[in-house]
């Protein structure tokens, strides 16, 4: 087992590396994000998605799965239908606490395309960014429930280790996988919804994973 400290938010080179070599062996990895914990894998690695899957008791089919992305400029490779005003949105919106779902692209593996729509965030949390840099490929992602930490701490072998953090914090969650005119709020977190207002189709209730 590996748990590594990252007290302060302050993405140490060793415990960045510990962890991203884990990650590239297939393996899950526990570690702090700018709203709470979650479990990571490679976009690539299907087996380690399918225990995370198994950990957080969900079915892929019917939960929604995040992946974080090195930077906005990537959103192009991994999903479709981002045209010209949507990119200017998201460029609005990242790095920060919006996680926005589109329609997958075909960079997207098989075994995450159950809803053909994906989750991305960008963010400028160090650790994560840290991570991206070393991995090389986005992240796939589910964050831990309130209150639960030490149980996923317990079922998963890899660690960045941040100490507490705040709970009750979740990211905005926007459906653009219809388009832009056809935006709609799954979640309100502590993204600010000022000057989406325009574009706003409707509310309605996430399934997160």
């Known amino acids: 087992m590996g748990r590594w400290e990252v007290l302060g938010g302050i993405p140490h080179k060793r415990a960045i590396l510990k962890a991203a070599q884990a990650l590239r062996e297939g393996k899950l990895v526990l570690y702090p994000t700018d709203t709470t914990y979650a479990i990571g894998c490679l976009l690539s690695q ?23 992305l090195p930077e906005v400029g990537a959103i192009g490779k991994y999903a479709l239908g981002v045209d010209t005003p949507t990119y200017r949105l998201l460029k609005r919106l990242w790095p920060g606490p919006y996680t926005v779902i589109l329609r997958a692209g075909p960079a997207i593996p098989r075994h995450l395309w159950h809803r053909k729509t994906m989750g ?81 189709l409707s509310s309605q209730p996430f399934q997160e994973a």
């Open 120 to 200: 991305f965030r960008v963010t400028d949390y160090p650790i994560v960014s840290a991570l991206l840099q070393e991995v090389e490929e986005p992240i796939v992602t589910a964050g831990v429930p309130d209150g639960q930490l030490e149980r996923y701490l317990s079922q998963v072998a890899e660690a960045l280790d941040a100490g507490p953090l705040p709970e009750g914090l979740r990211t905005t969650v926007l459906d653009l996988s219809e388009g832009l005119s056809a935006l709609r709020v799954l979640r309100r977190g502590i993204g600010p919804l000022t000057g989406l207002e325009p574009f706003l």
């Open 46 to 68: 299907k087996g380690a998605f399918e225990t995370l899957c198994q950990i957080r008791q969900v079915r892929p089919d019917k939960s929604l799965f995040s992946a974080f």
